[in-house]
């Protein structure tokens, strides 16, 4: 069977800034999320860092992948607008993108969207519960009616997502706000999820229901077989008609 080819895509500044981060993740964000796709067969599962050539994701790297998981906060002004035009590309072609938590203000995810992308947010250490809207929905397969993250940052309404697809998970938090955080897309042939948890200073990328919601989502978002790569063709009329290229 052929494998998912997946790339975890880290930031990497708050782990390498902050001792209590690196307590929470001492071996970046970016292998936490890996690890946790990684004890699936159906996966095969490298990282990519900000602070590589490329941001690690050069073209041909990138035409190998199926799924991009996106994780930012800090610098999303740092990240080449060169990168950010080929992983749109590789959307619209087909790549699954997942866009996690902060990555809500990343250049990627706005180009993708066309709006703010803009919320409200407080930092608290709130309990979150994530409801399960759809719970036929492939992303929500091995899940109740709602999981519980103990203490996280929480994001609120309004949200300036243009109308999602589909709205399959929405929060609740401890203050009362209440919010869409697991919302898809698509985009050309591309698929495209947005996961609100994962604020830095919490271990939610060890908790197993945030690990299951990740695999479904790389399984979900990856493209279905086809690809279609748009090479504007200038097609020619002729007396027997529309040739093709
Ligand atoms: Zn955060």
Redesign the pocket.
């Known amino acids: 069977m052929k494998r998912i080819r997946v790339i975890v895509w880290g930031e990497n500044v708050h782990e390498r800034e902050s001792e209590l981060i690196r307590k929470v993740y001492p071996d970046g964000m970016h292998n936490c999320i890996a690890e946790g796709l990684s004890s699936d067969s159906e996966l095969e599962v490298i990282t990519a860092t900000l602070q590589q050539a490329d941001h690690g994701l050069a073209q041909n790297r990138l035409n190998e992948t199926d799924v991009l998981i996106w994780w930012g906060?800090k610098a999303h002004a740092k990240v080449a607008d060169e990168v950010v035009d080929r992983v749109q590309k590789r959307v619209l072609e087909g790549m699954g993108l997942v866009v996690l938590?902060?990555g809500h203000y990343s250049k990627i995810f706005k180009r993708l969207m066309g709006t703010t992308c803009s919320l409200i947010?407080r930092?608290a250490g709130e309990k979150e519960r994530i409801w399960i809207c759809n719970p036929g929905h492939p992303i929500a397969q091995g899940l109740g009616a709602y999981f519980e993250i103990p203490h996280e940052?929480m994001?609120g309404e309004p949200f300036g997502i243009p109308e999602p697809d589909e709205t399959i998970f929405l929060s609740w938090f401890q203050g009362g706000e209440a919010f869409r955080s697991g919302c898809s897309w698509k985009r050309g042939n591309g698929k495209i999820f947005y996961f609100r948890p994962?604020?830095?200073?919490f271990p939610t990328y060890f908790q197993a229901e945030v690990r299951l919601v990740l695999r479904n989502a790389v399984k979900w978002v990856s493209p279905e077989g086809s690809r279609w790569a748009d090479a504007i063709p200038n097609v020619k009329l002729s007396p027997e008609g529309i040739q093709q290229q």
């Not at 994962?198 to 200073?201: F, L, N, V, Y």
């Open positions: 906060h938590h902060s947010w930092e940052e994001y994962g604020h830095e200073s």
